[in-house]
């Protein structure tokens, strides 16, 4: 078991196929409309006016898969009124379904859109980093399912020490709310954090 | 739009409320006690009324005890504490005012009502200070909800005064009271909405404002919002200005329709600011 869970996502090598949102609603049995991972499009670009007369384009877009970052200081933790949002002893962020009144209040805060409602439970669910698999020494399901591996775990100081410190990019928010245990490693078009330079391309999937 | 009509009811009764203690017990102070008798009455009943509506908005609300769980560092938390203390001490008022040997109690519980009032509107406001919600983190929120206390306790309050015409009270003293009250209400409310609306400017990654949210929603029903409000609020003027002259049965009537008009408009402008919800990330 991790004593200090984190993910790494390498944008050089994201194609951005969803099987690691597909294999986590398929191994927590989610409901449509629940996604504990989801993998945001991110994409922009412009023609671009050359010194001869021609154009030429500087379009871009990359993939930002993203789950519950299980963060130093979860937002959703400080603002759940009952403390059924809690961390555990490795700091993942769990929900204590014998305390959420789901008011949804986690969900309003978490810049992530980690927190997430079902419905037919009433209460707030999200990702538990596989917890149970943890325990049984195996990957979470999202992780072992990355066709490229471009989504990795492990130990944040391992994570760390193998990729450097993390690299905010566009439309990750301002890592400082949360202070999130997401390492990533950013592709040749990443845009900087709060780039206005693209837009998300696919809200309706995330 | 209509998601959050639990959140509408329990904030605007709960200020609705909060405003009506306080600009009552302003004018009692002011020699109207008489008019203002119920006042407390119908105050508590407001209260009670949001905090029953708000368990609707709730996914389990079986759990709800354990809402009071996390004071330490929820605003929600916190909001929950304080509107219950302030509607608990509302009650103990009506009962001490009700009761001949709790009476002498009334006074300082009237004084601790009043407290409980300015802070729950405090902490109501704090709830939607999330530092990834740009529209509401902003101190437009304050005023917002301060501004809707002012408004309807004033407005109900001036209909106590009114309906109760055979009380004699120092008329121009508590209706210029009344008056000063209503006009800062309003001036609260044009300061709110163009700092809401430039508060609600920033856009996410996905293209969208908390402004171009409640665009989306109908720029027209914003207006009527706004035209609402100005309309409510000179016929409330007007009616104050009349009632300073003397009460007759229509201003009662026309005062419940100014009344009517500015809840309408604030009913509007609640669910615009609950549709100004935009996310600042992913």
Same mark, same amino acid.
């Given at each position: ?15 951005? /196929? ?5 294999? /986590? ?69 769990? $929900? ?43 990957? =979470?399901?999202?992780?072992?399912? /990355?066709?490229?591996r471009s989504l990795t775990c492990g130990e ?14 566009? =439309? ?11 390492? $990533? ?22 | ?24 017990? %302003? ?13 407390? %009455? ?6 009670a009324l949001g905090l029953a509506v708000s ?24 909001? %929950? ?5 302030? %509607? ?43 530092? #990834? ?7 437009? #929120? ?5 501004? #809707? ?27 210029? #009271? ?105």
């Amino acid at each position: 078991m991790l004593k200090h869970p984190a993910f790494h996502i390498d944008l050089t090598t994201c194609t951005g /196929c969803k099987t690691c949102m597909i294999a /986590c609603k398929d191994k927590n049995d989610l409901p449509v409309g629940v996604k504990w991972r989801r993998v945001t499009e991110y994409t922009g670009g412009h023609w671009v006016s050359r010194a001869d007369g021609t154009v030429t384009q500087d379009v871009f877009a990359y993939y930002l898969s993203v789950g519950c970052n299980h963060c130093e200081d979860p937002i959703c933790v400080r603002n759940c009124p009952t403390t059924a949002m809690h961390k555990d002893e490795s700091g993942i962020v769990l $929900v204590d379904a014998t305390k959420c009144i789901g008011c949804r209040y986690c969900e309003w805060a978490c810049p992530y859109h980690a927190p997430q409602f079902d419905p037919a439970l009433g209460m707030m669910t999200k990702c538990n980093f596989c917890i149970d698999y943890l325990r049984e020494g195996k990957a =979470p399901a999202c992780v072992a399912a /990355c066709p490229t591996r471009s989504l990795t775990c492990g130990e944040a100081e391992d994570l760390q020490k193998q990729w450097g410190d993390s690299v905010t990019v566009a =439309p990750l928010p301002d890592p400082a709310i949360t202070r999130p245990n997401l390492f $990533v490693t950013p592709g040749r078009t990443a845009q900087p954090a709060g780039s206005s330079a693209g837009r998300v391309a696919n809200p309706e999937e995330v | 739009m209509g998601a959050h009509w639990p959140l509408v009811g329990f904030t605007l009764l709960v200020q609705a409320a909060a405003g009506l203690l306080i600009v009552s017990e %302003i004018l009692a102070v002011l020699g109207a006690e008489a008019r203002m008798r119920g006042a407390d %009455i119908l105050a508590f009943l407001f209260g009670a009324l949001g905090l029953a509506v708000s368990f609707a908005h709730l996914g389990m609300p079986l759990h709800s005890p354990y809402a009071l769980f996390n004071i330490g560092s929820s605003w929600l938390s916190r909001e %929950i504490f304080c509107t219950s203390a302030f %509607i608990g001490c509302l009650f103990a008022l009506v009962v001490c005012r009700r009761v001949p040997t709790l009476q002498r109690l009334a006074g300082p519980l009237a004084g601790l009502a009043v407290l409980a009032a300015l802070v729950d509107l405090y902490a109501m406001s704090m709830v939607y200070r999330i530092v #990834t919600v740009p529209a509401w983190d902003s101190p437009a #929120t304050l005023l917002n909800f301060a501004a #809707t206390a002012l408004l309807l306790g004033t407005l109900v309050a001036a209909l106590f005064l009114a309906a109760r015409a055979e009380a004699q009270v120092p008329l121009c003293r508590v209706g210029g #009271t009344l008056l000063v009250l209503l006009v800062l209400a309003v001036l609260a409310r044009a300061v709110e909405l163009p700092l809401g609306l430039f508060g609600a400017m920033q856009e996410n990654a996905r293209g969208i404002s908390g402004f171009s949210a409640v665009m989306a929603e109908g720029s027209g029903l914003y207006a009527l919002r706004v035209a609402l409000l100005v309309l409510g609020a000179a016929l409330a003027g007007w009616c104050g200005l009349r009632l300073l002259r003397g009460v007759g049965p229509a201003l009662v009537a026309l005062g419940a329709c100014a009344f009517l008009v500015v809840l309408a408009g604030e009913v509007i402008g609640r669910f615009a600011f609950f549709d100004m919800y935009v996310l600042n990330g992913m």
